[in-house]
């Protein structure tokens, strides 16, 4: 979350672009060079005078397949550990954020909006297998709720959850909890760093998610005479 600038208000007009612009023409040039799929974690972004929490991804041929604006945005105050508000200089997104790949369709989100299950639950029901969250949960939130909301997302909608996280920089304004971390669809946590940098290798074993599906059919034994979610845009 924020790669490309550090994660405070104060910082986000001075280091925010332009989609397309200097850091996503790199996050597309990569993902040509390497022929991946690459999701560019997110730079504050400028447009239309408004700023915007925003991840981009790129397809192994360079082109943008998606590109997802931070919905919910992080306004909290626990009083004596952290006081934090977003909104002091960014505009939400309005929009969910899906793209196809050649093995299975995946959803976005940005750190704070995993805290909202219905964003999940909207992603699981249009055919979502794997949901991507960067983040930067901190000292507080990290290590209280960042693994449990990942196994949550992950055992309610049956989907693999990967979270991503800066590592952490103690001298760094905001500091990040780290411990970028994946999720199956069993809740089970199959890699996790630690706080300092790393890079993390895992497989996303669709006929494993296909198998927890059958065996547990939640999707198909919800009462959706009696409650339900869609989305409104």
Known sequence: ECFNSPYGTQY?????????????????????????????????????????????????DGAMLAKHRKVHLFDIDIPGKIQFKESATLSPGNSFSMFDTSYCKVGLGICYDIRFAEMAQIYGQKGCQLLIYPGAFNLTTGPAHWELLQRARAVDNQVYIAAISPARDEKASYVAWGHSTVVNPWGEVIAKAGAEEAVLYTDIDLKKLAEIRQQIPILSQKRRDLYGREMQK
Do not use: H, M, R, W
């Open 12 to 60: 986000f007009k001075e280091y925010a672009e332009k989609i397309p612009g200097e850091s996503t023409q790199k996050l597309s040039e990569v993902a040509k060079e390497c022929s991946i799929y690459l999701v560019g974690g997110s730079i504050p972004e400028e447009d239309g005078g408004k700023l915007y929490n925003t991840c981009t991804v790129f397809g192994p």
